[in-house]
C-alpha cells in the first residue's frame, strides 16, 4: 500500500511524456515504434520518412506555410481545411461568383482556378548539423548549398531544445496551386465562431487543390500548360470507419509550442498576457459586433477579421482555464525546485534555473510592452488603404473604426505608461487633451488626409519602438516571451533535465517543422459524469439546424438528403440510425498549422483531416494532459460524401485510392 501510494506521489510531481504525448522528428521516429505498433501502428519507421525509397513525407505538404496538406491522389490532388484555403477561395470570389457563399466545384482539370500567391512546400530531407556549425560551417553556407541542389529548393536550419540540435531543413516548393473545389461554407464553416474549440463539433472544414507542375514534375511558375504534379507517394483512403480506441498518427506541421518553459513564464502568461489580451480584444469584438448587428453590409465586412480575432481570443479564454485546472505553475515549480535541489552540486546546472527567473524579471516587462503595441496601435490603419476609403461602405464603417481607434489609444496609454510610452503619443495626448480626442485626430488623418506628415511620423515612431524593444530581447524574431539570453539558459537547462530526469521522454518545442503525433480514436470526460463521446453525425448537423441563425444555417441540398437518407455508398448505422459521420476526437497533440494534417490509421491510411482542438485541450501548447486533451478532426467519410452528394464532383473520387 505504502510504495503504491509513493509511486503515485511521485509520478504526480515528474511530468513525465505520457501515453499520446509528442510531436516527434520524423527522421528519429524509429525511437517511437516500438510504442506506436503497441497501440496499432503496423507500419514502419522507414514507411513514414525516408529519403531513399517514397514515404508518407512524400504526401505531406506545407499548405502555403501556415496550414498542413496532404496528397490524395497521384496527380497532385491535395486536401487541407477550408479555413486554410479561406483567403485562396476569397481572393477568387466576387459578386458573380461568391465561392465562400455556394461554394466551388470544378468539374473538369480546365475549370480549375490558379490561386495566384499560394504555394506548397514537400520536405525533401532533414538532417542533424550541429557537429558541422561547432565545426565552423556557418548556417548561410549550409543554406546556400542545400538551396542550390534543385529547381525550386529552399532550406532553413532549426534549433531543437533551444540549439542544442540543429537541423537543417530541405523543401522543394511549388507555386503553380488551383483550386478544385470547396463546400459552401454553410458547411466548411458550419457553427462559426460559436463551435470554434468546441465539441460536439460538425464543421466540414475542408477544401480541395492541385499541384501543377512543369512536364518535367519540376517546380513551375503559373502557366497554363503545366500539368498535375505527379507525387512520390499519396495516402489511401480508408472508407471503412473507425472505433473509439482505434490508431491515429497525426503527419504535419506544428507552428509553436512551449512545454519546458519554467513556472514564471506560465504565470505571465495564465495572470497577465492572456487576461490583457483578452480583455482589449473583448472590447474589439463588442464594437465591431455592434457594426455588424446594426447593418448587414457591415455583418459581411467586418466578418473575416472578426474571426481571425476571436479565434486566439477564445483560445486564450480555454486556456487560462485550462492552467487554472491543471495548476501548471505549481506543480513547474516543484518541479524545478526538485532539479534545482539535484543540481546543488553540480556547476553546470546550479545556478541556472535562478539565471533564467531574473531574465525573466528583465524581459517581462518588454515582452508586455510589445504585445500591447501589437494588441493596440498595431491593429491601426496608418493609413487606411486607398481602396477601403474610396469604398462606398467606408462612410457606414466611420463610427465602429472612430471608436476602434479610441479603444486602442485609450489602451495603450493605460497598459503602457511612463517611460516606456512612446512620446508622440504622450505629447499628442496632451495636445488633444485626452486619449480620444487625439484619437479623433488621427483617426481623422488616416481616413481623410493619409499623406499627412503627423501619421507617418507615428507610424515610424512605433517601429522604432518594436526595433529598441527586440533589441533588448536580442531578437529578429519575437514569437513568445523569449530573449536571446534565455535561449543559451533553457539550451544548458534542458540538458540539465535530460541527465536529472530519465524517465521523461523529452520531445523538441513545435517550431513548424514537420512532426509526427501518435494516439487513438477518444472521447473524454467532460465534467463529472459527462462522458463526450468522439464521433457526431449528420444527425447532430440536422438539430443545430436553424435558417434564423448565420451559423447554423445549412445548405437546402444537405437538408433534403437527410430527409431522404439518399447517402450514397457514405449511409452507415450508427447507435440504431442510419446517418453519416461528420467529425470524431483523437488524443494527439496537436497545435496551430496542424490545421489540414491528415489523421492516418495504423495502416498509413487517410482516416480524417484534422482542425481544430477542443476547449479544454487548448492549454496543451504548455501542458498537455492526456486525460483531457484532443485534437477534432473531420471524417474522411463526410468529406467524400460532401464532394460527391453534395457538391456533385464524385468524378474525382476515381483518381483516389479508396480502400474497404
Ligand atoms: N480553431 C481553429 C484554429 O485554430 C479553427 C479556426 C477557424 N475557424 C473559425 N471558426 N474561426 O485555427
Ligand atoms: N485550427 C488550428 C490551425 O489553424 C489547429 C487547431 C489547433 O490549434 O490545435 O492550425
Redesign the pocket.
Known amino acids: 500500500m505504502k510504495r503504491t501510494l509513493l509511486l503515485v506521489l511521485c509520478t504526480l510531481l515528474a511530468l513525465p511524456a505520457l501515453a499520446d504525448e509528442g510531436m516527434w522528428l520524423p527522421s528519429l521516429i524509429q525511437s517511437r515504434i516500438k510504442e506506436m505498433r503497441a497501440k496499432g501502428f503496423r507500419l514502419s519507421a522507414e514507411d513514414i520518412y525516408s529519403i531513399n525509397k517514397a514515404s508518407m513525407k512524400d504526401a505531406v505538404v506545407s499548405f502555403g506555410g501556415f496550414c498542413t496538406g496532404e496528397l490524395i491522389s497521384d496527380r497532385g490532388l491535395v486536401l487541407t481545411?477550408h479555413?486554410c484555403g479561406?483567403n485562396a477561395i476569397q481572393a477568387l470570389s466576387s459578386v458573380d461568383h461568391d465561392y465562400l457563399t455556394y461554394g466551388f466545384w470544378a468539374m473538369s482539370p480546365a475549370e480549375e482556378l490558379p490561386a495566384e500567391g499560394l504555394f506548397v512546400r514537400f520536405l525533401v530531407r532533414m538532417e542533424e548539423v550541429t557537429d558541422r556549425i561547432a565545426a565552423g560551417e556557418t548556417p548561410d553556407e549550409i543554406i546556400a548549398r542545400a538551396t542550390a541542389e534543385g529547381k525550386g529548393y529552399r532550406a532553413s536550419i532549426e534549433q531543437m531544445y533551444y540549439g542544442n540540435q540543429q537541423f537543417l531543413f530541405v523543401y522543394r516548393q511549388y507555386d503553380d496551386v488551383r483550386l478544385v473545389g470547396t463546400p459552401p461554407s454553410s458547411i466548411g464553416?458550419f457553427?462559426?465562431?460559436t463551435?470554434?474549440?468546441i465539441w460536439p463539433r460538425h464543421?466540414g472544414?475542408f477544401s480541395l487543390f492541385r499541384i501543377y507542375a512543369g512536364a518535367d514534375n519540376e517546380p513551375a511558375a503559373y502557366a497554363p500548360d503545366n500539368v498535375p504534379y505527379r507525387p512520390r507517394h499519396h495516402f489511401p483512403i480508408d472508407v471503412s470507419g473507425i472505433e473509439e480506441g482505434d490508431f491515429t498518427m497525426i503527419y504535419g506541421f506544428p507552428g509553436s509550442t512551449q512545454q519546458y518553459i519554467l513556472a514564471d513564464a506560465v504565470d505571465y502568461i495564465q495572470k497577465c498576457s492572456d487576461p490583457v489580451k483578452i480583455a482589449i480584444r473583448t472590447a474589439r469584438l463588442d464594437l465591431m459586433g455592434a457594426a455588424q448587428q446594426s447593418d448587414p453590409a457591415l455583418r459581411i465586412f467586418y466578418a473575416a477579421r472578426h474571426?481571425?480575432i476571436?479565434?486566439?481570443w477564445?483560445?486564450w479564454q480555454g486556456e487560462v482555464l485550462g492552467l487554472e485546472r491543471l495548476r501548471t505553475a505549481e506543480r513547474k515549480r516543484a518541479y524545478e525546485q526538485a532539479f534545482e535541489a539535484w543540481a546543488a552540486d553540480k556547476p553546470a546546472y546550479r545556478t541556472v534555473v535562478a539565471d533564467m527567473k531574473q531574465e525573466y524579471q528583465r524581459i517581462i516587462p518588454i515582452f508586455f510592452n510589445l504585445e500591447v503595441l501589437s494588441e493596440t496601435l498595431g491593429t491601426l490603419p496608418m493609413p487606411y488603404p486607398t481602396a477601403e476609403r474610396e469604398d462606398p461602405l467606408f462612410e457606414a464603417r466611420r463610427p465602429t473604426e472612430r471608436a476602434l481607434w479610441q479603444l486602442a489609444l485609450n489602451e495603450y496609454a493605460e497598459l503602457c505608461r511612463g517611460e516606456r510610452q512612446l512620446s508622440a503619443v504622450r505629447e499628442g495626448i496632451a495636445r488633444w487633451g485626452s486619449p480620444d480626442a487625439y484619437a479623433d485626430h488621427l483617426f481623422t488623418l488616416a481616413a481623410d488626409d493619409p499623406q499627412q506628415a503627423e501619421l507617418a511620423e507615428l507610424k515610424q515612431a512605433i517601429r522604432t519602438d518594436i526595433d529598441t524593444l527586440r533589441n533588448q530581447l536580442g531578437l529578429k524574431v519575437v514569437r513568445n516571451l523569449h530573449s536571446a539570453r534565455l535561449n543559451d539558459l533553457y539550451a544548458v537547462y534542458l540538458r540539465g533535465l535530460q541527465e536529472w530526469d530519465r524517465e521523461r521522454a523529452f520531445f523538441p518545442d513545435a517550431n513548424s517543422t514537420l512532426r509526427v503525433a501518435y494516439g487513438s480514436v477518444a472521447g473524454y470526460e467532460y465534467a463529472d459524469g459527462e462522458y463526450h463521446k468522439p464521433l457526431t453525425t449528420l444527425d447532430g448537423i440536422i438539430a443545430k439546424d436553424d435558417p434564423t441563425i448565420y451559423d447554423y444555417d445549412i445548405p437546402q441540398r444537405l437538408r433534403d438528403l437527410y430527409a431522404s437518407k439518399e447517402y450514397g455508398r457514405w449511409g452507415t448505422w450508427i447507435d440504431g440510425r442510419y446517418t453519416v459521420p461528420v467529425c470524431f476526437l483523437a488524443t494527439n497533440q496537436t497545435t496551430?498549422g496542424n490545421?489540414g494534417s491528415p489523421v492516418l490509421n495504423g495502416r498509413g491510411e487517410l482516416i480524417g483531416l484534422n482542425?481544430?482542438?477542443t476547449w479544454r485541450s487548448t492549454m496543451s501548447d504548455l501542458e498537455f494532459d492526456p486525460t483531457i486533451c484532443r485534437n477534432i478532426a473531420v471524417d474522411i467519410r463526410y468529406v467524400l460524401f460532401v464532394i460527391d452528394r453534395v457538391g456533385g464532383a464524385g468524378y474525382l473520387l476515381d483518381e483516389m485510392t479508396l480502400r474497404k
Open positions: 481545411n479555413h479561406y464553416k457553427g462559426g465562431d463551435d470554434n474549440w464543421t472544414d474571426a481571425i476571436a479565434n486566439p477564445k483560445k496551430g490545421s482542425f481544430d482542438r
